[in-house]
Protein backbone atom coordinates (compact mmCIF):
# COMPACT_ATOMS: atom_id res chain seq x y z
CA UNK A 1 0.00 0.00 0.00
CA UNK A 2 1.09 3.52 -0.99
CA UNK A 3 0.49 6.76 0.96
CA UNK A 4 -0.37 9.87 -0.72
CA UNK A 5 -0.94 12.99 0.38
CA UNK A 6 -3.29 15.27 -2.55
CA UNK A 7 -2.65 19.13 -2.36
CA UNK A 8 -5.71 20.93 -4.05
CA UNK A 9 -8.25 18.21 -3.65
CA UNK A 10 -11.39 20.27 -4.18
CA UNK A 11 -9.64 21.45 -7.42
CA UNK A 12 -10.41 20.08 -10.89
CA UNK A 13 -7.12 17.93 -10.62
CA UNK A 14 -7.84 17.24 -7.23
CA UNK A 15 -11.08 15.45 -7.90
CA UNK A 16 -9.83 13.58 -10.50
CA UNK A 17 -7.36 12.38 -8.55
CA UNK A 18 -9.20 10.78 -6.15
CA UNK A 19 -11.84 9.45 -8.42
CA UNK A 20 -8.28 8.05 -10.03
CA UNK A 21 -7.40 7.10 -6.18
CA UNK A 22 -10.83 4.90 -6.17
CA UNK A 23 -10.24 2.84 -9.01
CA UNK A 24 -7.07 1.15 -7.13
CA UNK A 25 -8.13 1.37 -3.34
CA UNK A 26 -7.01 -0.33 -1.16
CA UNK A 27 -3.53 0.02 -2.66
CA UNK A 28 -3.25 3.91 -2.28
CA UNK A 29 -3.99 4.91 1.14
CA UNK A 30 -4.79 9.25 1.20
CA UNK A 31 -2.86 10.25 4.46
CA UNK A 32 -3.16 14.30 3.49
CA UNK A 33 -5.86 16.47 1.84
CA UNK A 34 -5.83 20.23 1.32
CA UNK A 35 -8.56 22.37 0.15
CA UNK A 36 -9.15 26.63 -0.30
CA UNK A 37 -12.12 28.18 -0.25
CA UNK A 38 -14.70 24.84 -0.72
CA UNK A 39 -15.27 23.10 2.73
CA UNK A 40 -18.27 21.48 1.98
CA UNK A 41 -16.42 19.51 -0.41
CA UNK A 42 -13.42 19.31 1.75
CA UNK A 43 -15.51 17.74 4.50
CA UNK A 44 -17.06 15.11 2.57
CA UNK A 45 -13.74 14.26 0.84
CA UNK A 46 -11.88 13.79 5.00
CA UNK A 47 -14.99 11.72 5.43
CA UNK A 48 -14.59 9.92 2.55
CA UNK A 49 -10.77 9.18 2.70
CA UNK A 50 -10.15 9.72 6.57
CA UNK A 51 -6.82 11.30 5.75
CA UNK A 52 -4.55 11.78 9.00
CA UNK A 53 -3.70 15.58 8.10
CA UNK A 54 -6.21 18.10 6.71
CA UNK A 55 -4.93 22.03 5.83
CA UNK A 56 -7.36 24.78 4.97
CA UNK A 57 -6.40 28.84 5.14
CA UNK A 58 -6.34 29.94 8.69
CA UNK A 59 -9.93 31.86 8.18
CA UNK A 60 -11.66 28.01 6.65
CA UNK A 61 -10.20 26.50 10.39
CA UNK A 62 -13.55 26.75 12.42
CA UNK A 63 -16.10 26.36 8.92
CA UNK A 64 -14.30 23.04 8.48
CA UNK A 65 -13.97 22.18 12.34
CA UNK A 66 -17.49 22.58 12.62
CA UNK A 67 -18.47 20.20 9.35
CA UNK A 68 -15.77 17.03 10.90
CA UNK A 69 -17.45 17.53 14.89
CA UNK A 70 -17.04 14.08 15.92
CA UNK A 71 -14.61 12.95 12.99
CA UNK A 72 -10.85 12.74 14.62
CA UNK A 73 -8.15 14.31 11.84
CA UNK A 74 -6.07 17.10 12.59
CA UNK A 75 -6.53 19.98 10.84
CA UNK A 76 -3.33 22.15 10.32
CA UNK A 77 -3.31 25.95 8.17
CA UNK A 78 -0.82 28.41 7.13
CA UNK A 79 2.69 27.83 5.05
CA UNK A 80 3.77 25.60 7.90
CA UNK A 81 0.77 23.26 7.70
CA UNK A 82 0.98 23.13 4.01
CA UNK A 83 4.98 21.85 4.57
CA UNK A 84 3.67 19.02 7.01
CA UNK A 85 1.17 18.00 4.58
CA UNK A 86 3.87 17.66 1.50
CA UNK A 87 6.45 16.12 4.04
CA UNK A 88 4.55 14.08 5.99
CA UNK A 89 5.78 10.75 7.51
CA UNK A 90 4.05 7.75 5.61
CA UNK A 91 3.53 9.72 2.64
CA UNK A 92 5.41 7.98 -0.84
CA UNK A 93 3.86 10.30 -3.65
CA UNK A 94 2.68 13.61 -3.51
CA UNK A 95 0.24 15.10 -5.59
CA UNK A 96 0.54 18.58 -6.14
CA UNK A 97 -2.75 20.10 -7.46
CA UNK A 98 -2.88 23.09 -6.25
CA UNK A 99 -2.56 25.82 -8.80
CA UNK A 100 -0.14 29.00 -9.73
CA UNK A 101 3.09 30.18 -7.63
CA UNK A 102 1.53 28.62 -3.96
CA UNK A 103 1.99 25.19 -6.03
CA UNK A 104 5.87 26.37 -5.86
CA UNK A 105 6.94 25.88 -1.76
CA UNK A 106 5.41 22.33 -1.44
CA UNK A 107 7.30 21.26 -4.45
CA UNK A 108 10.53 21.45 -3.11
CA UNK A 109 9.28 20.57 0.28
CA UNK A 110 7.75 17.35 -0.98
CA UNK A 111 11.80 15.97 -2.69
CA UNK A 112 13.54 17.53 0.25
CA UNK A 113 11.88 15.19 2.12
CA UNK A 114 12.25 12.29 -0.53
CA UNK A 115 8.70 12.00 -1.83
CA UNK A 116 8.16 11.24 -5.27
CA UNK A 117 5.59 14.04 -6.59
CA UNK A 118 2.90 13.32 -9.24
CA UNK A 119 3.06 17.04 -10.40
CA UNK A 120 0.16 19.25 -12.16
CA UNK A 121 1.20 22.49 -11.48
CA UNK A 122 3.27 22.96 -14.53
CA UNK A 123 4.16 26.45 -12.07
CA UNK A 124 6.25 24.50 -10.03
CA UNK A 125 9.05 23.51 -13.02
CA UNK A 126 7.99 27.05 -15.48
CA UNK A 127 9.90 28.65 -12.35
CA UNK A 128 12.03 26.68 -10.72
CA UNK A 129 12.79 24.16 -13.28
CA UNK A 130 16.49 24.53 -12.37
CA UNK A 131 16.36 24.01 -8.85
CA UNK A 132 13.55 21.21 -8.81
CA UNK A 133 15.43 18.85 -11.49
CA UNK A 134 18.72 18.80 -9.97
CA UNK A 135 17.50 18.22 -6.40
CA UNK A 136 15.05 15.27 -7.22
CA UNK A 137 18.15 13.84 -9.08
CA UNK A 138 19.89 13.70 -5.74
CA UNK A 139 17.22 12.78 -3.79
CA UNK A 140 16.23 9.79 -6.11
CA UNK A 141 13.02 10.66 -6.25
CA UNK A 142 10.73 10.67 -9.46
CA UNK A 143 8.70 13.95 -11.10
CA UNK A 144 5.81 12.40 -12.60
CA UNK A 145 3.98 14.28 -15.16
CA UNK A 146 -0.21 14.54 -15.09
CA UNK A 147 -0.10 17.65 -17.76
CA UNK A 148 -1.47 15.21 -20.54
CA UNK A 149 1.01 16.68 -23.14
CA UNK A 150 3.94 15.57 -21.08
CA UNK A 151 2.36 12.44 -19.93
CA UNK A 152 2.54 11.49 -23.42
CA UNK A 153 5.51 12.35 -24.21
CA UNK A 154 6.91 10.34 -21.17
CA UNK A 155 4.95 7.43 -22.07
CA UNK A 156 6.03 7.42 -26.08
CA UNK A 157 10.03 7.50 -24.13
CA UNK A 158 9.21 4.62 -21.87
CA UNK A 159 11.43 1.67 -23.40
CA UNK A 160 13.39 4.42 -25.55
CA UNK A 161 15.92 6.18 -23.10
CA UNK A 162 18.65 4.94 -25.36
CA UNK A 163 17.52 6.23 -28.73
CA UNK A 164 17.96 9.85 -29.30
CA UNK A 165 14.96 11.84 -29.44
CA UNK A 166 15.09 14.68 -32.19
CA UNK A 167 12.05 16.47 -31.44
CA UNK A 168 8.91 16.44 -29.26
CA UNK A 169 5.65 17.30 -30.90
CA UNK A 170 3.63 19.28 -28.15
CA UNK A 171 -0.17 19.48 -28.93
CA UNK A 172 -2.54 22.41 -28.40
CA UNK A 173 -5.83 22.42 -29.26
CA UNK A 174 -5.99 25.70 -29.56
CA UNK A 175 -8.76 27.23 -27.11
CA UNK A 176 -12.12 28.98 -27.31
CA UNK A 177 -10.41 31.62 -29.37
CA UNK A 178 -8.40 29.42 -32.31
CA UNK A 179 -10.94 30.54 -35.58
CA UNK A 180 -11.87 33.88 -33.84
CA UNK A 181 -10.10 37.25 -35.58
CA UNK A 182 -8.28 39.26 -33.59
CA UNK A 183 -10.43 42.22 -33.25
CA UNK A 184 -12.91 40.02 -31.85
CA UNK A 185 -10.89 38.39 -29.25
CA UNK A 186 -9.92 41.86 -28.31
CA UNK A 187 -13.42 42.33 -26.94
CA UNK A 188 -14.03 38.66 -25.47
CA UNK A 189 -15.04 38.54 -21.92
CA UNK A 190 -14.17 36.44 -19.43
CA UNK A 191 -17.17 34.09 -19.81
CA UNK A 192 -16.34 33.51 -23.35
CA UNK A 193 -12.77 32.16 -22.69
CA UNK A 194 -14.09 30.25 -19.91
CA UNK A 195 -15.77 28.10 -22.77
CA UNK A 196 -13.00 25.73 -23.23
CA UNK A 197 -13.88 23.15 -26.73
CA UNK A 198 -12.34 20.26 -24.97
CA UNK A 199 -11.50 20.12 -21.59
CA UNK A 200 -13.71 21.23 -18.06
CA UNK A 201 -10.56 22.91 -16.18
CA UNK A 202 -9.95 25.67 -13.45
CA UNK A 203 -10.67 28.67 -14.17
CA UNK A 204 -6.35 29.96 -14.23
CA UNK A 205 -5.94 27.28 -16.51
CA UNK A 206 -8.65 27.77 -19.38
CA UNK A 207 -7.46 31.22 -19.38
CA UNK A 208 -4.53 30.33 -20.22
CA UNK A 209 -5.82 28.03 -22.83
CA UNK A 210 -7.37 30.57 -24.25
CA UNK A 211 -4.06 33.01 -24.21
CA UNK A 212 -1.97 29.90 -25.62
CA UNK A 213 -0.20 30.85 -22.33
CA UNK A 214 -0.90 27.79 -21.15
CA UNK A 215 1.03 26.22 -24.15
CA UNK A 216 3.78 28.47 -23.34
CA UNK A 217 4.23 27.22 -19.62
CA UNK A 218 4.36 23.76 -20.68
CA UNK A 219 7.33 24.48 -23.30
CA UNK A 220 8.98 25.61 -20.38
CA UNK A 221 7.62 22.46 -18.57
CA UNK A 222 8.64 19.89 -21.33
CA UNK A 223 12.18 21.63 -21.82
CA UNK A 224 13.21 20.64 -17.65
CA UNK A 225 11.43 17.60 -17.68
CA UNK A 226 12.74 15.98 -20.49
CA UNK A 227 16.21 17.83 -20.85
CA UNK A 228 15.89 19.19 -24.16
CA UNK A 229 16.74 22.47 -26.35
CA UNK A 230 14.10 25.04 -27.50
CA UNK A 231 15.09 23.99 -31.04
CA UNK A 232 13.54 20.20 -29.70
CA UNK A 233 10.49 21.41 -29.59
CA UNK A 234 7.71 22.02 -31.86
CA UNK A 235 4.30 23.29 -30.89
CA UNK A 236 1.16 22.07 -33.33
CA UNK A 237 -2.04 22.94 -32.71
CA UNK A 238 -4.86 20.18 -32.75
CA UNK A 239 -8.04 20.49 -31.89
CA UNK A 240 -9.70 17.82 -31.83
CA UNK A 241 -7.31 17.11 -28.30
CA UNK A 242 -7.19 13.22 -29.04
CA UNK A 243 -3.15 13.11 -29.95
CA UNK A 244 -1.82 14.15 -26.74
CA UNK A 245 1.28 14.95 -27.77
CA UNK A 246 4.47 12.91 -29.37
CA UNK A 247 7.94 12.13 -29.75
CA UNK A 248 10.24 11.91 -33.11
CA UNK A 249 13.22 9.82 -32.90
CA UNK A 250 16.22 9.75 -34.69
CA UNK A 251 15.47 7.33 -37.23
CA UNK A 252 12.22 10.15 -37.85
CA UNK A 253 9.97 7.64 -36.43
CA UNK A 254 7.12 9.50 -34.64
CA UNK A 255 5.13 8.16 -31.73
CA UNK A 256 2.03 9.47 -30.39
CA UNK A 257 0.34 8.60 -26.84
CA UNK A 258 -3.84 9.21 -28.07
CA UNK A 259 -6.71 8.91 -25.77
CA UNK A 260 -10.12 10.84 -25.08
CA UNK A 261 -9.57 14.55 -23.53
CA UNK A 262 -9.65 12.89 -19.95
CA UNK A 263 -7.50 14.29 -16.99
CA UNK A 264 -7.97 10.78 -14.92
CA UNK A 265 -5.68 8.48 -17.54
CA UNK A 266 -2.51 10.66 -17.46
CA UNK A 267 -3.43 11.09 -13.41
CA UNK A 268 -3.73 6.94 -12.65
CA UNK A 269 -0.65 7.03 -15.00
CA UNK A 270 1.61 9.19 -12.48
CA UNK A 271 0.88 7.49 -9.63
CA UNK A 272 0.89 3.62 -10.88
CA UNK A 273 3.55 3.75 -13.63
CA UNK A 274 4.94 1.70 -15.31
CA UNK A 275 1.99 -0.24 -14.23
CA UNK A 276 -1.05 0.58 -16.04
CA UNK A 277 -4.45 -0.36 -14.18
CA UNK A 278 -7.80 -1.24 -15.11
CA UNK A 279 -10.38 1.28 -15.02
CA UNK A 280 -14.03 1.69 -16.05
CA UNK A 281 -13.25 5.32 -17.60
CA UNK A 282 -14.71 5.47 -21.33
CA UNK A 283 -12.37 4.52 -23.92
CA UNK A 284 -11.88 6.41 -27.17
CA UNK A 285 -13.69 4.97 -29.97
CA UNK A 286 -11.41 6.23 -32.78
CA UNK A 287 -14.53 5.64 -35.30
CA UNK A 288 -16.23 8.53 -33.87
CA UNK A 289 -13.03 10.57 -34.26
CA UNK A 290 -12.20 10.53 -37.96
CA UNK A 291 -10.67 13.37 -38.52
CA UNK A 292 -7.54 14.81 -36.75
CA UNK A 293 -6.32 17.96 -38.02
CA UNK A 294 -2.96 20.27 -36.85
CA UNK A 295 -2.26 23.36 -37.76
CA UNK A 296 0.62 25.86 -36.86
CA UNK A 297 -0.33 28.22 -34.05
CA UNK A 298 -0.62 32.09 -34.91
CA UNK A 299 1.76 34.08 -32.61
CA UNK A 300 0.15 37.28 -33.78
CA UNK A 301 -3.36 36.51 -32.53
CA UNK A 302 -1.66 34.61 -29.31
CA UNK A 303 1.39 36.37 -28.89
CA UNK A 304 1.74 34.57 -24.96
CA UNK A 305 3.52 31.65 -26.78
CA UNK A 306 6.33 34.32 -27.88
CA UNK A 307 6.73 35.80 -24.56
CA UNK A 308 7.28 31.84 -22.71
CA UNK A 309 9.80 31.68 -25.43
CA UNK A 310 11.37 34.58 -24.37
CA UNK A 311 11.30 34.41 -20.60
CA UNK A 312 13.07 30.70 -21.11
CA UNK A 313 15.73 32.46 -23.24
CA UNK A 314 16.24 35.47 -20.96
CA UNK A 315 16.60 32.79 -18.31
CA UNK A 316 17.66 33.02 -14.70
CA UNK A 317 13.99 34.35 -12.34
CA UNK A 318 12.96 35.68 -15.98
CA UNK A 319 10.27 32.90 -16.12
CA UNK A 320 9.17 33.35 -12.71
CA UNK A 321 8.26 36.91 -13.43
CA UNK A 322 6.63 35.49 -16.58
CA UNK A 323 4.76 33.43 -14.42
CA UNK A 324 3.37 35.54 -11.65
CA UNK A 325 2.77 38.78 -13.96
CA UNK A 326 0.74 36.11 -15.88
CA UNK A 327 -1.26 34.91 -12.86
CA UNK A 328 -2.20 38.43 -11.64
CA UNK A 329 -3.21 39.32 -15.06
CA UNK A 330 -5.78 36.45 -15.32
CA UNK A 331 -6.98 37.03 -11.69
CA UNK A 332 -7.61 40.58 -13.02
CA UNK A 333 -9.06 39.94 -16.48
CA UNK A 334 -11.08 37.06 -14.82
CA UNK A 335 -12.68 39.61 -12.37
CA UNK A 336 -13.73 41.95 -15.77
CA UNK A 337 -10.70 44.87 -15.01
CA UNK A 338 -9.05 44.67 -17.87
CA UNK A 339 -9.59 43.21 -21.63
CA UNK A 340 -7.94 40.15 -23.01
CA UNK A 341 -4.65 41.39 -25.18
CA UNK A 342 -3.82 43.43 -21.86
CA UNK A 343 -2.62 39.95 -20.44
CA UNK A 344 -0.28 39.81 -22.69
CA UNK A 345 0.68 43.46 -22.94
CA UNK A 346 1.34 43.30 -19.19
CA UNK A 347 3.72 40.26 -19.16
CA UNK A 348 5.82 41.89 -21.95
CA UNK A 349 5.95 45.33 -19.94
CA UNK A 350 7.49 43.52 -17.19
CA UNK A 351 9.33 41.04 -18.91
CA UNK A 352 11.37 44.67 -20.72
CA UNK A 353 11.35 46.37 -17.27
CA UNK A 354 12.94 43.80 -15.31
CA UNK A 355 16.98 42.99 -15.11
CA UNK A 356 17.22 39.34 -14.91
CA UNK A 357 19.30 37.51 -11.77
CA UNK A 358 20.57 33.97 -11.76
CA UNK A 359 18.78 31.26 -10.05
CA UNK A 360 20.44 29.66 -7.39
CA UNK A 361 17.73 28.99 -4.15
CA UNK A 362 14.21 29.81 -3.76
CA UNK A 363 14.27 32.70 -2.10
CA UNK A 364 15.84 34.55 -5.90
CA UNK A 365 11.96 33.62 -6.71
CA UNK A 366 10.26 35.10 -4.09
CA UNK A 367 12.58 38.60 -4.28
CA UNK A 368 11.24 38.10 -8.13
CA UNK A 369 7.89 37.52 -7.68
CA UNK A 370 7.77 40.65 -5.30
CA UNK A 371 8.94 42.56 -7.64
CA UNK A 372 6.11 41.72 -9.75
CA UNK A 373 3.96 41.97 -6.86
CA UNK A 374 4.80 45.87 -6.40
CA UNK A 375 4.65 46.61 -9.90
CA UNK A 376 1.55 45.42 -10.45
CA UNK A 377 -0.47 45.10 -7.03
CA UNK A 378 -4.57 46.74 -7.05
P1 LIG B 1 -8.41 24.46 -9.68
O1 LIG B 1 -8.54 25.93 -9.53
O2 LIG B 1 -9.59 23.67 -10.12
O3 LIG B 1 -7.91 23.83 -8.28
C1 LIG B 1 -6.83 24.36 -7.57
C2 LIG B 1 -6.75 23.79 -6.16
O4 LIG B 1 -5.79 24.54 -5.40
C3 LIG B 1 -8.07 23.87 -5.36
O5 LIG B 1 -8.16 22.75 -4.50
C4 LIG B 1 -7.91 25.14 -4.55
O6 LIG B 1 -8.71 25.07 -3.42
C5 LIG B 1 -6.42 25.12 -4.23
N1 LIG B 1 -5.83 26.46 -4.06
C6 LIG B 1 -6.03 27.56 -4.83
N2 LIG B 1 -5.28 28.59 -4.40
C7 LIG B 1 -4.60 28.13 -3.32
C8 LIG B 1 -3.66 28.73 -2.42
N3 LIG B 1 -3.29 30.02 -2.54
N4 LIG B 1 -3.15 27.97 -1.42
C9 LIG B 1 -3.53 26.68 -1.28
N5 LIG B 1 -4.42 26.06 -2.09
C10 LIG B 1 -4.94 26.78 -3.09
O7 LIG B 1 -7.17 24.22 -10.65
P2 LIG B 1 -6.89 22.95 -11.61
O8 LIG B 1 -7.52 23.18 -12.93
O9 LIG B 1 -7.16 21.68 -10.87
O10 LIG B 1 -5.32 23.11 -11.83
C11 LIG B 1 -4.37 22.74 -10.85
C12 LIG B 1 -3.00 22.66 -11.51
O11 LIG B 1 -3.01 21.62 -12.48
C13 LIG B 1 -2.60 23.93 -12.27
O12 LIG B 1 -1.23 24.12 -12.14
C14 LIG B 1 -2.95 23.59 -13.71
O13 LIG B 1 -2.15 24.30 -14.63
C15 LIG B 1 -2.63 22.11 -13.76
N6 LIG B 1 -3.35 21.35 -14.79
C16 LIG B 1 -4.71 21.29 -14.75
C17 LIG B 1 -5.40 20.57 -15.73
C18 LIG B 1 -6.90 20.43 -15.67
O14 LIG B 1 -7.46 19.71 -16.49
N7 LIG B 1 -7.59 21.07 -14.74
C19 LIG B 1 -4.69 19.92 -16.74
C20 LIG B 1 -3.29 20.01 -16.76
C21 LIG B 1 -2.63 20.71 -15.76
MG1 LIG C 1 -1.72 20.27 -20.69
Not at 121 to 142: C, F, H, Q, W
Not at 209 to 236: C, H, R
Not at 265 to 291: D, E, G, K, S
Request: aromatic share 8%; glycine share 6%.
Amino acid sequence: MRGIAVLGATGSIGTQTLDAVRTCLPHFRVKALTGYANVDLLAQLVKEFSPEIVWVPEEKIEPLRVLLANFSCEIVTGEEGLHTCATLEGVDIVVNALVGRAGLAPTLAAIHAGKHVALANKESLVTAGGLIMPLAREKGVRITPIDSEHSAIWQCLAGNENNAVEKIILTASGGPFRTWERSQISVATASHALKHPNWNMGAKITIDSATLMNKGLEYIEALWLFDLSPAQIEIVVHPQSIVHSMVQFADGSIMAQLGLPDMRLPILYALTAPARVFNTFPRLNLLAHPTLTFEPPDQERFPCLALAKRAFEMGGTAPAVLNYANELAVARFLRGAISFYDISAIIGQALDAYTVKPLSCAEDIWEAEAWVYERLKD
